[in-house]
């Protein structure tokens, strides 16, 4: 049945889903499964901040406004800037994505990003499982994100986990390029 889910599991954008409300008891379940993730010598180093409703606006509007202010003006585009305001409020709930670097250091910081990325995973095989769409964003202005969320010392925003129920099933078909390419037998 993992494997079926695996092969599944794909980024659903927010163009894709409905306005299906995603209930908080998904939401733990889904963090839940993040919480299962292994992580080196116990660290635990991953952080969510949940969002919905309102503060989807507001995240939007954040976004929008930070482009709109660290942007050059030959580089600034009507159109991304309209798409950081809307695409938040497309989703049911955005999960941002943060990571709370061990104070004594004891790992290296990649593994503990690594570790992060991981519990992402958990919770996008479960949504996959639960028909939610999922898709990571890491947006240029994810350095800003500090200016929006109160972050501890150590901590910082990775990306926002975007979730939806979503309008029409995925294509099972992905392009990958095959295994035997990437793999090396010794």
């Not at 379940?29 to 116990?42: D, I, S, V």
């Not at 009507?78 to 999960?95: R, T």
Request: glycine share 4%; proline share 4%; aromatic share 12%.
């Amino acid at each position: 049945m993992i494997e079926k889910i695996i092969h599944q599991r794909r980024s659903i954008f927010p163009d894709q889903y409905t306005e299906e409300e995603i209930s908080k008891d998904t939401i733990i379940q889904l963090l839940e499964a993040a919480n299962r993730a292994p992580t080196h010598k116990k660290t635990e180093p991953w952080r969510f901040k949940i969002l919905q409703g309102d503060a989807l606006l507001s995240l939007g509007k954040f976004l929008s406004e930070t482009y709109k202010r660290t942007t050059p003006t030959e580089k600034f585009s009507d159109f991304k800037s309209s798409k950081l305001l809307k695409n938040p409020s497309k989703a049911g709930a955005i999960i941002a994505i943060c990571m709370q670097r061990d104070p004594k250091e004891r790992i290296p910081e990649w593994e503990e990003i690594a570790a992060t990325a991981m519990a992402v995973q958990n919770m996008w095989l479960l949504a996959t499982e639960l028909g939610l769409g999922a898709y990571w964003s890491s947006p240029g202005l994810i350095k800003y994100m500090h200016e929006f969320f109160d972050l501890d010392q150590g901590e910082k925003c990775l990306g926002f986990f975007y979730l939806g129920y979503y309008k029409e099933i995925a294509s099972n078909e992905t392009s990958r390029i095959a295994i035997e390419q990437k793999s090396t037998w010794l």
